[in-house]
């Protein structure tokens, strides 16, 4: 079953030590790329987090987030330093006196002063395992709405596969008629330069000419193809950088076929052949 590079997730885990949420967004792109944000608290686990995120997705670019606050009692401590504010609360005293309408001085004010007050950092080690488990959890979500556009991915491509195929059987059929028309105009050329030529060396240029021109290779290349790229939108392994490069053979078969086709019919649905690998190809991009 293939995947998307493009889902959505978020999980929360409320308990009396805090709440935790992970949001996971990922889109399309060539390698894996993540963009992880969590609290600082939380920063020493950051290795190990993109590592998990690494062997879950794989491909693709992911903006991971977690968010964190603490119950009551694990809440962060504010200290302040009593010595320094009052230090300061003099100094404003003094230089008021020197001014004729000095602003007055808050409290909010000499908190803000650097160094008057200091934040214990809340202790999260009661948590980390909570945060683990529930990266694991938003994981999951994530592979499953990846999995849910990969099957709408997956039947969009399948029925532009099965397009193709009725424009193949069409060449198929009109095969015995794109070789007796090339050997009539042949024929007719020779016949307006009144060219007298050995029948057996006409012949012999008659199949040459033909050969250049049989589709009969393309067309057996690309049913080949067609096969393999419905089996692999079926396959339980990630299968986007094969499909993109099976979708490219295909493409180079149907220019192939286009430059071959000897009439306006048969130009024409090479031409549709060619929009339908296109559309292929943008779904594939999104593929995991």
């Known amino acids: 079953m293939i995947r998307s590079m ?5 999980a929360e885990h409320r308990a009396e030590n805090g709440w935790l949420q992970w949001e996971l967004r990922s889109v399309n792109h060539r390698h894996f790329g993540v963009d992880l944000s969590v609290p600082a608290v939380f920063r020493e686990l950051e290795l190990e987090f993109r590592g998990l995120l690494a062997n879950r997705i794989g491909r693709g ?4 987030r977690l968010a964190w606050r603490p119950a009551d009692k694990f809440a962060g401590q504010i200290k302040i330093n009593t010595g320094l504010a009052v230090r300061l609360i003099g100094y404003a005293r003094v230089l008021a006196e020197q001014m004729r309408r000095p602003a007055p001085v808050s409290p909010l004010d000499v908190m803000r002063w650097p160094g008057v007050t200091e934040e214990k950092v809340a202790d999260q080690s009661h948590m980390s395992g909570d ?4 990266l694991h959890k938003a994981l999951d979500e994530l592979r499953k709405v990846q999995a849910s556009e990969g099957r709408k991915l997956g039947r969009a491509i ?4 099965v397009k193709m195929e009725e424009l193949l059987e069409q060449f198929r059929e009109r095969v015995p008629d794109l070789r007796r028309q090339s050997r009539e105009r042949i024929q007719e050329r020779l016949d307006a330069i009144q060219a007298r030529v050995n029948s057996e060396r006409l012949e012999q240029e008659v199949a040459l000419l033909l050969m250049r021109h049989d589709i009969s290779e393309e067309l057996d290349r690309l049913d080949a193809h067609l096969t393999e790229l419905k089996a692999m939108l079926k396959a339980s392994e990630p299968s986007g950088k094969r499909i993109s490069f099976l979708l490219q053979e ?7 076929l286009a430059a071959k086709s000897g009439d306006a019919q048969g130009t024409h649905e090479a031409v549709d052949m060619r929009v339908l690998v296109e559309q292929m190809r943008e779904q594939a991009q999104n593929i995991l």
């Open 6 to 10: 493009t889902g959505y997730a978020k």
């Open 61 to 64: 670019q992911v903006d991971a």
């Open 131 to 134: 945060a683990r488990k529930l």
């Open 158 to 161: 399948e029925s532009r596969c």
């Open 250 to 256: 295909i493409g180079r078969e149907a220019n192939t």
